[in-house]
């Protein structure tokens, strides 16, 4: 099976002005990178290896450059030129996943089985959770009859009832080797909570906090009318049917699931073990409230290019540090507001810390 295209983690919306011209314009060439995605598309790999080529030459820090390059050369079959480029692009949070399932997928084809478990489980810590993918991909057969072979875990789907007569949706991740009387870590994070065509879940935790131990619960119950009561809710059910390490929540928010998150820690800072903001901040300024903060740790995580969040992120941790909260602030080198960065598992990492 030719390699896959990575997954898009969002709609990039572009705003193109008009504006009348006295002459026609003459619209500008392809760039190589579009080029060789354009011929990809049309199975021609061998020129887009070539166009590829051009690409990582002009921009060698450019992730879809050498994510490009190493589909290419795979399906061209240059499997050691894909691995090659295949590794470079791994080194990118944006294209992680699929970056290594497809070296995976060269690795099994080349016979070097220890490999591509490896780059399989690379995959998997990055956030790919396609199980059909997996349990059908032609190029990973070899790898299937091994023991070693472990598709990612199902998500288990609920529904809570709530006091209203209402009922909130919300999804679980186990961890790996999951055991029902052991306490885990539990993240609480924004999300569908139900079945979505081609959801893999969160972008920035995925199957990594599986793999490192935590279970994770998605539900939109942040972004509710009612959100620091039907989050608290949630916390109540999941506490019912999990044993949560040191009865204590992780929440992670970001854009308008920001504000209640922080709410929801003040309310029930009893009950909250961090909050991890990428981006976002408090929506009050009040000492009294912010106060209730003191026993929660609060990382903050910006994109040094946005312009937007980052001025607000900066005062909310100078203003929460000076209170004595357990406050952290990163800021990305290059980001933005989406944070690409922190995708295929970077943020789990910083999670472990905050336990």
């Not at 998605?218 to 999941?238: C, G, K, M, R």
Request: aromatic share 8%.
């Amino acid at each position: 099976m030719a390699p896959i295209a990575r997954a898009a983690g969002c709609a990039l919306l572009a705003l193109l002005a008009f504006a009348p011209a006295a002459h026609p314009q003459t619209e500008a060439p392809a760039s190589p990178l579009a080029q060789a995605e354009e011929l990809l598309e049309k199975n021609q790999p061998k020129p887009a290896v070539e166009l590829a080529r051009k690409a990582v030459a002009q921009a060698p820090n450019d992730p879809n450059a050498w994510f490009v390059l190493a589909r290419a050369s795979h399906a061209a079959g240059d499997l050691d030129g894909a691995i090659t480029a295949g590794h470079k692009a791994a080194e990118f949070a944006a294209v992680r996943a699929s970056a290594f399932y497809n070296l995976a997928c060269a690795y099994a084809l080349k016979g070097d089985k220890d490999d591509a478990f490896k780059a399989l489980l690379g995959a998997k810590r990055a956030g790919f959770a396609d199980r059909d993918q997996m349990a059908s991909d032609p190029d990973l057969a070899s790898l299937r009859t091994d023991p070693r072979f472990q598709l990612p875990l199902e998500r288990n789907y609920f529904t809570l009832k709530l006091t209203d007569e209402a009922t909130l949706p919300f999804s679980v991740d186990l961890p790996v080797g999951y055991e029902p009387g052991r306490a885990y870590p539990v993240l609480v994070a924004p999300g569908h909570g139900k079945k979505v065509d081609g959801n893999w879940g969160g972008l920035f935790w995925g199957e990594d906090t599986s793999q490192r131990g935590w279970i994770t619960v998605e539900s939109p119950a942040l972004l509710t009318a009612d959100a620091v009561d039907v989050t608290a809710t949630l916390l109540d059910e999941i506490a019912r049917r999990y044993q949560v390490e040191g009865s204590k929540f992780h929440l992670a928010c970001y854009g308008p699931s920001s504000g209640p998150a922080f709410g929801v820690a003040i309310a029930h800072p009893q009950r909250i073990k961090s909050v991890v903001a990428i981006p976002g901040f408090p929506t009050t300024e009040k000492p009294d409230e912010l106060g209730k903060l003191s026993g929660v740790r609060v990382l903050f995580v910006v994109g040094e290019e946005d312009a937007i969040w980052r001025p607000q992120v900066e005062v909310a941790h100078a203003r929460l540090h000076q209170m004595g909260v357990d406050s952290y602030l990163e800021v990305v080198p290059g980001a933005g507001h989406l944070l690409q960065e922190m995708f295929g598992g970077e943020l789990a990492e910083r999670l472990q810390m905050l336990r």
